[in-house]
């Protein structure tokens, strides 16, 4: 049964990644290119790529787009925490579509985690096919079994002298934190106004990608100019 790991270019899937070589196991690891990564992501993963690791790259096509943001701008539809449609759509169809089942998946869930692994149950996919295709899927986790929480994940890279990854996300996602968003307005100005345009691309139906505009998240508490 051949054998993959879903690669996110973070610390734990790092980490899963150098586990697994480490134990001499047989696996192909898989990057989802769906284009709504940060540039240093992108970055890390041709670096892991220069130290001998083999990435295979998917690029989605999803009605004819590639990326989330343009899906985004013709559908007028934002990215959403609770139906998580670019998950589905621009993450695990593409996976799903590339793996040749029955398989194994290694998914880089830490010791922290325990409970996310029940999101890979197929339930949430309404797509018949590839609600077929999920259950034929042995999902493991090989940074819970070794008992390994972040911090450990992080040592492990260390131990192997490689750079520690950035953290790995979306720069247009629900799940941001505040100040993750003052973070893109201040270190990726062209990106945070990309992402503004989502919102004001569906801001007359009431939608933003938060609870309230960007903007407002990523300027409060800052002065105006004009204030002395």
């Given amino acids: 049964m051949k054998q993959y790991l879903s690669f996110g270019g973070g610390v734990n899937s790092t ?12 696996f192909e690891t898989i990057f989802v290119n769906h284009g709504g990564d940060y540039p240093e992501t992108y970055e890390y993963v041709d ?5 001998g690791f083999e990435i295979i790259e998917i690029v989605p096509d999803v009605e004819g787009y590639h990326t989330i943001y343009e899906y985004s701008m013709k559908c007028r539809i934002l990215p ?3 139906f998580r449609w670019c998950t589905d759509k621009f993450k695990v169809r593409p996976m799903l579509k590339h793996v040749t089942v029955p398989c194994k998946m290694f998914v880089g869930f830490d010791y922290g985690e325990v409970k ?4 890979l149950s197929g339930k949430e996919y309404n797509n018949k096919p590839s609600k077929d295709k999920i259950h034929k899927i042995e999902y493991s986790y090989p940074l819970i079994d070794a008992k390994m929480d972040r911090s450990a994940c992080i040592n492990l890279i260390r ?29 990726h100005r062209d990106l945070y106004d990309k992402a ?11 939608f933003y990608i938060k609870d309230k505009p960007l ?7 800052t002065p105006p100019l004009t204030s002395y």
Avoid at 17 to 24: F, G, N
Wanted: glycine share 2%.
């Fill in 215 to 221: 903007p407002d998240i990523a300027m409060a508490h």
């Fill in 196 to 206: 503004v345009k989502m919102e004001e691309n569906c801001m007359k139906d009431g």
């Fill in 159 to 187: 131990e192997h002298e490689l750079d520690i990854p950035p953290k790995s996300g979306c720069w247009f996602c629900p799940f941001m934190r505040k100040i993750e968003i003052r973070e893109l307005f201040l270190n």
């Fill in 47 to 51: 670096y892991l790529r220069d130290q």
């Fill in 80 to 82: 959403s925490f609770r």
């Fill in 15 to 26: 980490a899963m990644l150098i586990l697994l070589a480490d134990r001499d196991e047989e």
């Fill in 116 to 119: 996310r692994t029940k999101s």
